[in-house]
């Protein structure tokens, strides 16, 4: 028999029992599920009628260490794949026997002499079937098998590829995304190769992506990254439909992140990306005016961007400033807005993480504590160096209004000081007449 430790954690699971036990209780239950009805105590269901005479061995039969029947790993095996094969049947039950039912099952395998690689296939066959009916159930039976083999098993890709698919189809992906921080962890001990690695990434971000945009861009951008690392080519299709992604999200801002990655997708689209990592509102309804096809083609939302480029705009416009202030006057016409809406949209622009600022109504001013840079050049540079040079000369004059005032004062206390002579040298010239 070969050695389950190959296959299994055997510790994961604790199951009392032996393996005769384990599979002839299952056909059991499956034959109920079924709707079979025993007449008698005697009377075993068609598949329990298969399974048990090749698990149950006489008194006569060769024994174990601890004195138990042994039985043939041939018909062992045999009653384990009869088992696994009506195994479909475990969609009957209720969501409190599903669970402890399949978990039997797995424990079962563990015995099968083929081992799991002959089999996982159809358990996660039957499992992804299952998790119509049983959702929860059928994932934490998944997180059970994922756990059952070790840590460097190339099968639990397999499984995970599984539970990835049953999280988004059963619209429970809010319980797989902690999970998905193990994935370095997991590469690395699956030994996934780049290009593999590449391809489970994209698969997670095209999956993720109905139900989670910000999530899914985040592993197609990783996606990205590990393909340049590694000279891996993506689709351009794909990466457009990363752009795109990251166009319609409303709270996606860092464009300038995956502008490394456009080099092959079509010019128009790069273009507006562009727009969108470094241009202002100006920009945005100029190419809106000369590349109208680009937004049907893509199904985005002229406004809804409008909206973006407009807290971008602001953004650049606060980072621009030397002096770290901006007039309500100047937002008012860049965003090509009432000034009396000025307000709103700096609130908008802080809750989106963009700047921290205070506003004074009575300066009708945006005075700026910090901003994210969009991008970050020569231009940027020159503006560092534009407020650093505002620093320095504020800090000077501060400088010499402090001067200033220690000199005043300590002429005022020689002052002091020659008059309390006086008068007391008046005191003395008094006393002695």
Not at 187 to 199: G, I, L, N, R, Y
Not at 258 to 284: C, M, N, R, W
Not at 400 to 428: D, I, L, P, W
């Amino acid at each position: 028999m070969e050695d389950p430790n190959l296959y299994y954690n055997q510790g994961f699971l604790a199951i009392v029992g032996s393996p005769s036990e384990h599979v002839t209780g299952l056909a059991a239950f499956i034959d109920v599920l079924n709707g079979f009805e025993a007449e008698s105590e005697d009377q075993l269901g068609p598949l329990t009628s298969e399974v048990a005479p090749l698990v149950v061995v006489d008194e006569a039969g060769e024994v174990d260490d601890e004195d138990e029947p042994v039985v043939e790993p041939e018909k062992l095996e045999e009653a384990i794949v009869l088992v696994l094969g009506s195994a479909n049947a475990l969609v009957k039950a209720s969501d409190r026997e599903f669970e402890p039912a399949y978990n039997l099952l797995l424990h079962a395998l563990t015995f099968s002499p083929a081992g799991l690689p002959d089999h996982l296939a159809k358990v996660l066959d039957h499992l992804s079937t299952a998790a119509l009916t049983h959702a929860l159930p059928t994932l934490s039976v998944l997180t059970n098998l994922f756990n059952l083999l070790p840590v460097n098993s190339s099968l639990r890709q397999s499984v995970f590829l599984t539970v990835l698919d049953v999280a988004v189809a059963t619209g429970n992906t809010s319980l797989l995304l902690p999970q998905l921080k193990q994935l370095p962890i997991w590469f690395e001990e699956w030994q996934t190769s780049p290009a593999d690695q590449v391809a489970l990434l994209l698969k997670i971000g095209a999956e993720l992506a109905p139900a989670n945009t910000a999530a899914a861009l985040k592993y197609l951008q990783e996606a990205h990254s590990v393909a340049v690392a590694a000279s891996v080519q993506i689709d351009a299709t794909v990466t457009s439909k990363m752009v795109v992604l990251a166009l319609k999200d409303a709270s996606f801002l860092d464009y300038d992140s995956i502008l490394p990655f456009v080099g092959t997708i079509s010019s128009d689209l790069v273009e507006l990306l562009k727009v969108f990592v470094a241009g202002t509102l100006e920009d945005y309804k100029a190419f809106s005016a000369a590349h109208p096809d680009v937004f049907s083609a893509n199904d985005l939302d002229t406004e809804a961007l409008a909206t973006k480029i407009r807290f971008l705009t602001l953004s650049t416009l606060a980072g621009s400033s030397p002096s770290l202030t901006v007039s309500y006057s100047s937002i008012a016409s860049a965003l090509e807005i009432p000034i009396e809406e000025v307000e709103f949209w700096i609130i908008d622009v802080i809750r989106a993480g963009l700047l921290q600022g205070k506003m004074s109504q009575l300066e009708r001013k945006l005075f700026i504590h910090q901003v994210a840079t969009r991008t970050f050049g020569e231009k940027e540079w020159n503006v560092i160096a534009q407020q650093l040079h505002v620093w320095k000369t504020s800090l000077r004059d501060v400088l010499t209004v402090v001067r200033n005032a220690r000199v005043t004062v300590q002429n005022k206390v020689a002052a002091a000081n020659a008059e309390h002579e006086k008068v007391n040298g008046v005191e003395s010239a008094v006393e002695v007449a």
